[in-house]
């Protein structure tokens, strides 16, 4: 069984659009993030979810908007897509332990490569 | 975070160790050392990770020296499976844990038969 997973796998758009790249994970897990790796695979977070609570916001715009309607489901919506915004995002889910907050470990899913013309 | 350093890349013979090293010399004490991998085409693999002492687990052993401010990935016997981009990342324990990931380039380790 798929711990973490993401749909679509390939997604190809023209700019101005909305798309959006849905993240399930199986795993139990109470915390979620979305990264993006760029052309140079420079990878970086962009948000974090703790029992559909929002923890990370680095600083992305505005056009995107994660929602999370339950702890297993963390979906990134895209709004007017720009030629920038091409890359491989990654969603990730970690489990906090403990009352030090250690994350440990992060499972990653395979992969959303989004291409905007 | 404390920044790390690492070669870009290095080349390991099959069958043979592989020692990937990082430097992180401004680690503070509530910060551990992590290492992930990501093959190519597919998401981020953790691999190990600590805070002192030496690690050992079935893909890796990290070994950190006794200031922290240096640690090394060994992979005791490569396969072309382990060809790879290897990831150090120091990341606190704590209140202060996010549990976010920084990652910097990398060391892409290329594994010849």
């Known amino acids: 069984d798929t711990a973490v997973s993401q749909t679509p796998k390939y997604l190809v758009t023209q700019m101005g659009n909305d798309k959006s790249i849905k993240c399930e994970q199986n795993l139990g897990h109470d915390t979620m993030y979305w990264y993006k790796q760029d052309s140079k695979k420079f990878l970086k977070i962009m948000f974090s979810?703790?029992?559909?609570?929002?923890?990370i916001n680095e600083t992305v715009p505005n056009r995107f908007s994660p929602k999370s309607p339950d702890k297993a489901h963390l979906n990134l919506h895209i709004n007017s897509l720009e030629l920038g915004d091409s890359a491989v995002y990654f969603c990730?889910?970690?489990?906090?332990?403990?009352?030090?907050?250690?994350?440990?470990?992060?499972?990653f899913g395979p992969g959303t490569r989004l291409t905007v013309l | 975070d404390a920044k790390t350093t690492q070669p870009p890349s290095m080349d390991c013979a099959e069958g043979r160790a592989a020692n990937l090293p990082c430097n992180h010399s401004?680690?503070?004490?509530?910060?551990?050392v992590y290492w992930y991998r990501q093959i190519h085409s597919q998401g981020p693999q953790y691999i190990i990770h600590g805070l002192k002492n030496n690690e050992t687990n079935e893909m890796a052993s990290l070994i950190i020296t006794e200031d922290r401010k240096s640690s090394t990935l060994i992979l005791p016997h490569a396969t072309l499976r382990d060809t790879a981009v290897y990831y150090c990342?120091?990341?606190?324990?704590?209140?202060?844990?996010?549990?976010?990931?920084?990652f910097g380039q990398g060391t892409t380790l290329q594994v010849k038969p």
């Open positions: 401004t680690i503070s004490g509530n910060e551990y």
């Open positions: 979810y703790n029992n559909k609570e929002l923890i």
């Open positions: 990342i120091v990341r606190p324990h704590g209140s202060s844990n996010t549990g976010k990931l920084i």
């Open positions: 990730a889910s970690s489990q906090p332990r403990g009352s030090g907050f250690s994350y440990n470990e992060q499972f």
